[in-house]
């Protein structure tokens, strides 16, 4: 199978990359370096030539409820219709756990993200999950003021980034889905605690408050609104299992 992956760089994309190729198929890495930009469209429906599907991981580091949406409208769009002209039978977006729940910020780009997809003509599948367990690492770097690093209020259910991609790839060898499942981590966590025990792990020091973000997002990320349901798929690995694979600082 000829699989196309755009943001194949990145934490997700690199782990999709690598299960897809161990399982024999055939994958095209969608980068500016391999002459493809999926923001503007430009190289795009020549790099989509011959392939069967394509697995929509990419990410923007914007916090713009309007700046995520553009983002992610403007790569879907172009995915969609450079992939209708190849031919590209199946699409496949990632995306989170909860973003009808909590419709702000990133997640407002995410939201657009899966209705452009629903509104596409190409076969789709739209894949939800939580948040990563690299997430405590990327919310403390992101959460920093001087030398304080604030330890973000949030009920999350962490799952792997490698069992994400799995699935990722079991939905491209299965075909068009729709809303697939959502999946996620196998237990729930608080975030606050997550970022402190990765920055002991790490031998990070240094006073961590606990920091309630304010406006409706904040109150999403604590009331449970961003976790899965009872339907969920569950994960196996946990948050400590993962912590202790990790170097120590």
Known sequence: ??????????????EVVRIAQQRGHRVRVLTRGNGVDVRSGAGLEEALAATDVVVDVLSTSTRSARASADFFTETSSHLLASGLRAGVGHHIAL????????PYGYYAGKLAQEQTVQSGQVPWTIQRATQFHDFAAQTYHGAAFGPVHLALRMRTQPISVVE???RL????EAGPAGRARDIAGPREEQL??????????????GWMPAFALPGAFGRAIRDGSVLPGSDADLGTVTFADWLAAQPRG
Do not use: K, P, Y
Request: proline share 0%; charged share 20%; aromatic share 2%.
């Open 95 to 102: 995306s989170i756990v909860g973003v009808d729940r909590a």
């Open 169 to 172: 790839v079991d939905l491209a």
């Open 192 to 205: 606050a605690d997550m970022m402190r025990s990765w920055a002991a792990h790490t031998g990070r020091r």
């Open 1 to 14: 199978m000829e699989i196309a992956v755009a943001g194949g760089t990145g934490i997700a994309g690199s």
């Open 164 to 166: 994400v991609a799995m």
